[in-house]
């Protein structure tokens, strides 16, 4: 492999580094720049993260700052394309390259709705909460309100956002109807239409909310069931995936040959292309099939 490769390689890696994490660089579509003040006064510019990639972020829960995640994501590609062409050249640099971020890519939509999940598991505790304090006489409005603290959960502060709104001068029917359209996850979309017709009905909303509290759990000790006969699929699926993509890299590190054929004429590349695609599409199958059975 001719000494250009590696290097043009590393010249790329070290400026995309650059623009991603030194040069503060205002990427078009809704980038967004922060401040970091030093210990001694000075001040930085560190890009952020675009704002698609935040909201990812933000949607699979994961824990820390979206610029720090998108750092990382731009690095891992450049960063396995550099050791691709320093393994194969060109064609495995973008190979691994492409690979690596299309796996950030799919690791971030398979979990990007982590956070509605975790939003929804909590709603129960959220609603016996607010049975409790119904039960001890206080008005829903108050109840609501009780829930915010210290050591909330997702769903006691979506639920308390009720009573906020209220306390602003908002009816709480409309307050209840704001917070339901602004989240669509299913669970919290049942607790405001049980305290909606107990509000609209006069009476406790104790017996409807513990009522839907007993509904969620069963739901999610359904879906856990279900999530439970499903993993073997799942693991037998990802072996699959990953036998041929680990086998060809032993082949590659162990026969020069193989490494020649596929990274350096055009028969290999269509070869290497196709196995790819046809390893992507059986996937995406496999994945499907176990989805639907859960």
Avoid: Y
């Avoid at 590659?252 to 028969?267: E, K």
Wanted: charged letters at 20%; one cysteine or more; a neutral charge.
């Amino acid at each position: 492999m001719s000494p250009a490769v590696p290097a043009s390689l590393a010249a790329a890696a070290v400026v995309a580094l650059a623009a991603v994490v030194v040069r503060p660089v205002a990427l078009a579509g809704g980038a967004r720049l922060r401040d970091v003040v030093a210990d001694g006064g000075a001040g930085r510019t560190l890009p952020d993260a675009p704002l698609w990639f935040s909201d990812a972020v933000d949607r699979a829960a994961l824990p820390g700052a979206a610029g720090t995640w998108f750092r990382a994501a731009v690095a891992l590609p450049v960063a396995a394309a550099l050791v691709g062409g320093f393994l194969g050249g060109p064609i495995l640099a973008v190979l691994v390259g492409s690979g690596v971020g299309s796996a950030v890519a799919i690791a971030l939509r398979a979990n990007g709705d982590r956070r509605d999940q975790l939003l929804g598991r909590a709603v129960p505790d959220s609603l016996d909460a607010i049975a409790r304090s119904s039960r001890a006489g206080s008005s829903v409005v108050q109840a609501l309100s009780a829930l915010d603290g210290p050591d909330a959960s997702a769903a006691d502060r979506v639920l308390a956002s009720v009573a906020h709104r209220v306390e602003r001068g908002e009816s709480l029917d409309h307050a209840l109807g704001v917070v339901a359209e602004r989240h669509q996850v299913p669970a919290v979309r049942l607790a405001i239409t049980a305290l909606a017709v107990g509000t609209e009905t006069g009476g406790a909303p104790a017996r409807a909310v513990e009522g839907v509290a007993a509904t969620l759990r069963d739901r999610a000790a359904l879906e856990r069931e279900a999530e439970a006969h499903s993993s073997q699929a799942r693991a037998s699926a990802l072996v699959l995936v990953l036998a041929p993509i680990l086998f060809g890299f032993f082949a590659v590190s162990t026969d020069p040959r193989v490494a020649d054929f596929l990274f350096r004429s055009w028969a290999g590349w269509v070869c290497l292309a196709a196995g790819l695609g046809l390893d992507a599409a059986g996937w995406w199958w496999m994945r499907s099939i176990t989805r639907s059975a859960r």
